[in-house]
């Protein structure tokens, strides 16, 4: 007899969505959804680098639409603040679900980037006067 594999959720899937917005200043929004993890992880590093390599004011990273969130998309994240904080820029993270704002918490994260509840909070802070 053999044993049955032990049930695993299904992923969900993952996408990214990019739009620009435009109050001034060059802002680009990155629209993360699904389970973000180590399948994935080369997909956001790639959409993320093309990002900042265009010199934008500010990206905001939404990750409203993630279901799940590895160690390796944090590294992902973090690579990308601190070539974005190099280059004069700032990006800002919307984590409005709770269990993924909490992986920013105890990870102690949310000390190094700047999380919002919304994508209007996080384009508001990117345009607002310094």
């Given at each position: 007899m053999s044993n049955p594999e032990p049930s695993r959720r299904p992923p969900t899937e993952f996408c990214i969505d990019e739009t620009e917005h435009v109050h001034g200043t060059r802002i680009v929004v990155i629209a993360v959804h699904g389970d973000t993890d180590m399948y994935v992880v080369d997909e956001l590093k790639a959409r993320l680098a093309e990002a900042?390599?265009?010199?934008?004011?500010?990206?905001?990273?939404?990750?409203?639409?993630?279901?799940?969130?590895?160690?390796?998309?944090?590294?992902?994240?973090?690579?990308?603040?601190?070539?974005?904080?190099?280059?004069g820029g700032q990006l800002r993270v919307v984590t409005p679900r709770a269990e993924i704002r909490r992986i920013f918490e105890v990870t102690m994260l949310d000390q190094l980037f700047d999380l919002d509840s919304s994508r209007d909070e996080a384009l508001a802070a990117t345009t607002a006067p310094a």
């Open positions: 900042i390599d265009e010199a934008p004011t500010a990206v905001v990273l939404d990750l409203s639409g993630v279901t799940f969130l590895d160690s390796m998309a944090l590294g992902v994240l973090l690579s990308g603040l601190k070539r974005i904080d190099e280059m």
